[in-house]
């Protein structure tokens, strides 16, 4: 089983700062399969980045995703203050299908 | 536009099984290759994948609630349900039902569309 280990666990930022959130698997995995998240108190989780570097319908070109192999990044430029949340990477793979990380906090400084 | 929204009961008793169901609405069930998933969130921890229905291919389940899960499907409402056996208080969670994006087959079917997500303790 392939672990997605999320780094920071908390990031500290103040509005207009540029945040960069890493994910590390256990293993090399195909980019096709990262997808990344983010997640708000009391909303539905909503998905960001698919294929690690493509951006889901709507979301603003302020998140990029980027990285290959066991190493992948969200960037987050000029963070406004609808950003702040918890932030997932999530693998497609075989078992199990989904696997999630365990999150990074992004908050306010 | 696909909407899926969640039912159930929001209390459960230890050892009890849990049920929830998924009405999907704007897109048929029976549609391939999308698959029909659900999600949980316990109080305080992330995301955990709990199971995806393939109209076409099954059901696969995390190997960690495998032996206590079962995912379903009910064509004749468009819904697909959850059960959830033996429960624990550790199965206290927000559990969402998400869906790939049924119109646009993306490598690695990542869940563009989620329930609002309802909370079920488990507590006697």
């Known amino acids: 089983e392939i672990v997605l280990t999320q780094s920071p666990g908390t990031l500290s930022l103040s509005p207009g700062e540029r945040a960069t959130l890493s994910c590390r698997a256990s293993q090399s995995v195909s980019s096709s399969y990262l997808a990344w998240y983010q997640h708000k108190p009391g909303q539905a989780p909503r998905l960001l980045i698919y294929?690690?570097?493509s951006r889901a319908t709507g979301i603003s070109d302020r998140f990029s995703g980027s990285g290959s192999g066991t190493d992948f990044t969200l960037t987050i430029n000029r963070l406004e203050p609808e950003d702040f949340a918890v932030y997932y990477c999530?693998?497609?793979?075989?078992?199990?299908?989904?696997?999630f990380g365990q999150g990074t906090k992004l908050e306010i400084k | 536009q696909l909407q899926l929204q969640e039912s159930g009961p929001g209390l459960v008793k230890p050892s009890e099984t849990l049920s929830l169901t998924c009405t999907v609405s704007g897109f048929s069930i029976t549609n391939s290759p999308n698959n029909w998933g659900w999600i949980r969130q316990p109080p305080g921890k992330g995301l955990e994948w709990i199971g995806s229905?393939?109209?076409?291919?099954?059901?696969h389940y995390n190997p960690s609630l495998k032996s206590r899960v079962t995912i379903s499907v009910d064509t004749s409402k468009n819904q697909f349900s959850l059960k959830l056996t033996s429960v624990t208080a550790a199965d206290t969670a927000v559990y969402y039902c998400?869906?790939?994006?049924?119109?646009?087959?993306?490598?690695?079917?990542?869940?563009?569309?989620w329930g609002q997500g309802t909370l079920v303790t488990v507590s006697s």
């Open positions: 294929g690690a570097s």
């Open positions: 999530q693998l497609y793979g075989n078992s199990p299908r989904y696997t």
């Open positions: 998400a869906s790939p994006n049924p119109q646009q087959w993306v490598s690695g079917e990542p869940f563009d569309y």
């Open positions: 229905f393939y109209y076409s291919g099954g059901a």
